[in-house]
């Protein structure tokens, strides 16, 4: 097992199985959710799509204030993740993610327990729709 594989089975291991509640709630500090589309091309072998993973830092009133978010993208190989905080209201957020090669882009979106949609205000207008991965293993699903 590599460094990379080894830090995504420990990260995983971390997954809460119950659903990304609303900010309104209160939730442990711990509580994290998985979105991705990120996939496995058998002809290839390449690996392409995205992820965010969803978590809080604190607890009681204040945890609203404590959402992050932890992109990654995959285009052949998985990407450097990047780390940011997010603004959510309800079931709205809100990420400045900071690309090394794009510069800040901007993504606005839905959370539900389901999954994560929006898109970023300043891309191609794309939306984006990642499930959520409730029991996260260290592989991906063929495209």
């Not at 392409?48 to 990654?72: C, M, N, T, W």
């Not at 090669?101 to 999954?115: A, D, E, I």
Request: aromatic content about 10%; glycine content about 10%; hydrophobic content about 40%.
């Amino acid at each position: 097992m590599n460094k990379r594989s080894g830090w995504l089975a420990a990260f995983a291991a971390g997954v809460v199985s119950s659903a990304f509640t609303s900010v309104s709630a209160q939730v442990p500090g711990e509580t994290l959710a998985i979105y991705s589309n990120i996939c496995f091309s058998p002809e290839s072998g390449d690996i392409g799509g995205q992820r965010i993973i969803l978590f809080r830092a604190g607890s009681g009133p204040s945890a609203s204030a404590d959402v992050y978010v932890l992109f990654q993208a995959a285009e052949g190989e998985l990407q450097r993740p990047l780390f940011e905080k997010a603004a959510v209201n309800g079931d709205q957020i809100r990420a400045e993610i900071h690309f090394p090669n794009l510069g800040t882009q901007t993504f606005v979106g839905r959370v539900t327990p389901t999954s994560i949609e929006g898109s970023y205000l300043n891309g191609n207008g794309r939306r984006l729709v990642l499930p959520r991965q409730p029991e996260a293993e260290n592989r991906f699903p063929p495209c």
